[in-house]
């Protein structure tokens, strides 16, 4: 069983140094905007907004989202600025660009980036994303939303949040990320369910869970680990083993079941030959049909 001298110290917040919000200005990426700006609220941090500028810009288009985000911003009474880095081209690359949100935040002193992790077109789905080319090569914490669909939205005010936690070590930046997005009065009472994903091969019923003397001490061991995040952050997170057949669609399935309004994934930034997420990860954003966040904690 685990015991409390064998968890290591955390910092149980975001410090209230700037997070960066880099934006295209697109409809796509107000879910996105909605996340930084809950996070900044709960830090009390400002947001930096930054946009990589090329000389075929609409600015009109960016002019009625900047319209659009005013309001919101002085209802959480959110301080923001907007910052622009010309591009060198006409059309950057996605290095390029990639390469100017980390080192802008570096200069701005931001503790976050929290950015879209939409493909940004057909054709830089063959040299990857921009967002997930910065979650490679920023040393601060990195949030990425992933939306599956431009038509699904995070609700204002999130009721329930699952955190599906794939292995047995121990992270607490999503509870963190949680935290914020339920920090509000109105949102005080979300159910927050951290769900221990247990893999069951064919050959063990799903049912073992009930008499496994190692899945229970599996079970004791997360659970005094979720209580540490409740003592820690003042809410409320109720802790589960979910035993799967198939991580992506049964995580899915059961955040459908629960009616969760977003889904949030902890994973450390690989190396350079490696992929961005490990495969269950994969699979569990390719079969959402919610908001995901994936957080990769700074370095």
Same mark, same amino acid.
């Given at each position: 069983?685990?015991?409390?001298?064998?968890?290591?110290?955390?910092?149980?917040?975001?410090?209230?140094?700037?997070?960066?919000? =880099?934006?295209?200005?697109? &409809?796509? #990426?107000?879910?996105?905007?909605? @996340?930084?700006?809950?996070?900044? !609220? %709960?830090?009390? *941090?400002?947001?930096?907004?930054?946009?990589?500028?090329?000389?075929?810009?609409?600015?009109?288009?960016?002019?009625?989202?900047?319209?659009?985000?005013?309001?919101?911003?002085?209802?959480?009474?959110?301080?923001?600025?907007?910052?622009?880095?010309?591009?060198?081209?006409?059309?950057?690359?996605?290095?390029?660009?990639?390469?100017?949100?980390?080192?802008?935040?570096?200069?701005?002193?931001?503790?976050?980036?929290?950015?879209?992790?939409?493909?940004?077109?057909?054709?830089?789905?063959?040299?990857?994303?921009?967002?997930?080319?910065?979650?490679?090569?920023?040393?601060?914490?990195?949030?990425?939303?992933?939306?599956?669909? =431009?038509?699904?939205?995070? &609700?204002? #005010?999130?009721?329930?949040?699952? @955190?599906?936690?794939?292995?047995? !070590? %121990?992270?607490? *930046?999503?509870?963190?990320?949680?935290?914020?997005?339920?920090?509000?009065?109105?949102?005080?009472?979300?159910?927050?369910?951290?769900?221990?994903?247990?893999?069951?091969?064919?050959?063990?019923?799903?049912?073992?869970?009930?008499?496994?003397?190692?899945?229970?001490?599996?079970?004791?061991?997360?659970?005094?680990?979720?209580?540490?995040?409740?003592?820690?952050?003042?809410?409320?997170?109720?802790?589960?083993?979910?035993?799967?057949?198939?991580?992506?669609?049964?995580?899915?399935?059961?955040?459908?079941?629960?009616?969760?309004?977003?889904?949030?994934?902890?994973?450390?930034?690989?190396?350079?030959?490696?992929?961005?997420? =490990?495969?269950?990860?994969?699979?569990?954003?390719?079969?959402?049909?919610? @908001?995901?966040?994936?957080?990769?904690?700074?370095?």
């Amino acid at each position: 069983m685990t015991h409390k001298q064998d968890l290591p110290s955390f910092e149980w917040s975001w410090s209230d140094a700037p997070i960066m919000l =880099p934006l295209a200005f697109e &409809p796509r #990426e107000w879910n996105t905007v909605h @996340i930084a700006l809950f996070l900044a !609220e %709960y830090s009390g *941090s400002q947001v930096n907004i930054l946009h990589v500028n090329s000389r075929i810009d609409n600015t009109e288009k960016r002019d009625e989202f900047l319209k659009k985000l005013e309001p919101i911003a002085a209802e959480l009474k959110i301080k923001y600025n907007v910052n622009y880095a010309k591009a060198k081209s006409a059309e950057p690359s996605v290095s390029e660009i990639a390469d100017t949100i980390v080192s802008q935040s570096e200069k701005m002193g931001c503790q976050a980036i929290v950015m879209s992790a939409n493909r940004e077109s057909f054709f830089r789905e063959f040299f990857g994303r921009i967002s997930d080319k910065v979650a490679r090569k920023s040393k601060r914490t990195v949030l990425l939303v992933e939306t599956p669909h =431009p038509n699904i939205t995070i &609700p204002k #005010e999130p009721s329930k949040i699952l @955190i599906p936690v794939l292995r047995d !070590e %121990y992270d607490p *930046s999503p509870y963190i990320v949680a935290a914020a997005l339920s920090s509000t009065a109105t949102t005080a009472r979300s159910e927050l369910v951290a769900a221990r994903v247990v893999y069951l091969p064919p050959t063990i019923p799903l049912d073992a869970v009930d008499v496994s003397k190692s899945l229970r001490r599996l079970e004791q061991n997360f659970s005094y680990r979720v209580a540490s995040s409740i003592k820690n952050l003042g809410r409320l997170f109720t802790p589960k083993i979910l035993p799967v057949r198939d991580v992506g669609k049964d995580v899915n399935n059961y955040a459908q079941e629960i009616e969760a309004d977003a889904i949030i994934l902890c994973n450390h930034k690989p190396s350079s030959f490696r992929k961005l997420l =490990p495969r269950e990860e994969y699979d569990i954003v390719g079969n959402a049909t919610r @908001i995901v966040l994936v957080v990769f904690p700074k370095e």
